[in-house]
């Protein structure tokens, strides 16, 4: 018996870091599991090492394309039936620079790949959800959605955007049987972070080893977080037992976060 | 389920409402929990109905009180050998007031019952914690530890106090395999409630009937929460896939708070 037997996720992002994780957890709680990803080789490599068997599914998608975004919430549908959990997982950014050197095309780039990603998915999952009154929407948001920092403008304004859409819409469906949550974390050595960790350090004026000893001397554990704390919370949210909770933004930092 | 196997906890409070949801919560995932509470004969008849033999025990007393807070930890110590989780659930209020009629009788025991409770327990505890390395905190805080409302300006003022001490403690033993964290939950109409809430209503100027309704409309959801909601979210921060959140200040609201 799992937490979530015969539910129906569906993961953006999923193939590696946090997604991952999160898939993972769900299947092992008996949900279907959709995940995606730009590249359909690493899609089906994803999905041979989280063996769910018929209860993994990939579809490739660009999340900072809509047409892709709405495609993989309907895929999800056409797949398994229905969907009752959404995770906007995927996101980052790229061109780290001080607000004063920022191009319009990084922060457009942030924007797509986190905030239009998480709204377009979001809206689309919702046209099935408020039917069938029943619904769980996790938005892997950040510590940057709570704080700033210098050198990530555009990460920390649209994850400070991800919160508030977030909150808008737990208040509009919260008597449809669907929660709407975000969860924060601290950072984590995801391939995304060591990607474009290095860059953001730039920008930040320190080298990538002094930025992961910054973000984990603010933690009180001193030490970054993992992608399995997440899971832990996504989990929590996806299940039944989560009914009650919605609009939240909970921190899964460390204690990084003063709020 | 074994998410807490072998694991010890103890709970201020604990024969009825959100205590008593978290010793059923703890013991189905295989713990062995020490409830608390005034009155022996309704312990011993909880300890029955929780029916998990001798993986359950009862130690009564007053949880306002420093005598009881330290007993309970000494005696959970004492009969199990260790305290893995220690919840700090009690609290409540008694003849509340606007600050302009608070007596100082009631404040004091607001502040002996909501905030020195915990601040006892904690510190008893973290001594048998620390030496171990190991130990989950959990207070029972509130929306009210975020939010202001009239009326009850001691319950308020408390639970804010408690969120700081969780912030406070978590950085302390961060890197010591401890947590501290507090659950905040929305309105549940709890037995506690139930007794104490006409008067804390007329406190508001309001009926008990409207008070619940007013959280109610607070919220999201629409209707109160549950202590199921809140266990469920204390069984993830009481297991190991909690171990790197802390100092978290963890919704269970339907969508009341704004941040």
């Known amino acids: 018996m799992g937490m979530l037997d015969g539910r129906v996720a569906c993961i953006t992002g999923g193939t590696r870091g946090i997604g991952f994780a999160i898939a993972r957890s769900l299947l092992g709680e008996g949900a279907s599991v959709v995940v995606s990803g730009r590249s359909a080789e690493k899609g089906e490599r994803a999905l041979a090492e989280l063996g769910g068997g018929d209860r993994g599914h990939f579809v490739t998608c660009d999340v900072k394309q809509r047409d892709d975004c709405e495609a993989l919430v309907d895929a999800t549908v056409e797949r398994y039936g229905r969907i009752d959990i959404l995770v906007a997982n995927a996101g980052g950014a790229t061109g780290h620079k001080p607000v004063a050197e920022l191009t319009d095309e990084a922060f457009e780039d942030a924007l797509r790949w986190n905030?239009?990603?998480?709204?377009?998915?979001?809206?689309?999952?919702?046209?099935?959800?408020l039917p069938q009154r029943h619904g769980r929407i996790i938005s892997i948001s950040s510590v940057e959605g709570k704080v700033g920092k210098p050198g990530l403008a555009h990460y920390v304004t649209v994850k400070h955007a991800i919160n508030g859409l977030t909150k808008s819409a737990a208040r509009e469906v919260g008597t449809e049987g669907i929660t709407v949550n975000a969860i924060c974390p601290g950072a984590i050595e995801t391939d995304v972070m060591i990607a474009e960790g290095p860059g953001a350090a730039a920008s930040m004026g320190i080298t990538y080893p002094e930025l992961v000893d910054m973000f984990a001397q603010e933690s009180a554990i001193k030490r970054l977080n993992e992608v399995e704390d997440v899971a832990a919370v996504a989990l929590l949210l996806a299940s039944d037992a989560g009914a009650g909770i919605t609009g939240s933004m909970i921190s899964v930092d460390g204690g990084t976060s003063p709020y | 389920m074994s998410r807490l196997q072998g694991k010890v906890a103890c709970i201020t409070g604990g024969t009825r409402s959100i205590g008593r949801a978290m010793a059923e919560a703890f013991l189905a995932e295989g713990a062995t929990v020490v409830i608390n509470g005034r009155d022996q004969a309704k312990g011993e008849q909880c300890i029955q109905e929780l029916g998990a033999g001798n993986r359950t025990a009862f130690f009564p007393g007053d949880a306002s009180r420093q005598d009881t807070v330290e007993g309970l930890i000494d005696f959970t110590i004492e009969k199990f050998g260790q305290l893995d989780i220690c919840c700090l659930?009690?609290?409540?209020?008694?003849?509340?007031?606007?600050v302009a009629e608070m007596t100082d009788e009631e404040w004091q025991l607001e502040v002996d019952w909501n905030l020195n409770q915990v601040f006892w327990g904690m510190r008893r505890a973290l001594k048998h914690m620390l030496p171990r390395q190991s130990g989950r905190i959990l207070v029972t805080s509130s929306v009210e530890g975020k939010l202001g409302k009239p009326g009850i300006p001691g319950y308020v003022a408390t639970k804010h106090a408690v969120n700081g001490l969780v912030k406070a403690a978590a950085r302390e033993v961060g890197t010591s395999g401890i947590t501290v964290n507090a659950i905040l939950p929305g309105l549940i109409e709890t037995d506690i409630v139930q007794q104490s809430g006409p008067d804390t209503a007329k406190a508001m100027g309001l009926t008990y009937e409207e008070m619940v309704a007013t959280f109610a409309k607070e919220s999201a959801i629409k209707r109160p929460n549950t202590v199921e909601e809140v266990a469920a979210a204390a069984v993830l921060l009481a297991s190991d896939a909690a171990r790197n959140i802390t100092g978290c200040l963890f919704p269970v609201d339907g969508g009341t708070m704004p941040y």
């Open chain 1, 115 to 129: 905030l239009w990603h998480t709204f377009w998915t979001m809206r689309r999952a919702l046209k099935y959800m």
């Open chain 2, 89 to 98: 659930n009690s609290g409540g209020v008694k003849n509340t007031a606007p």
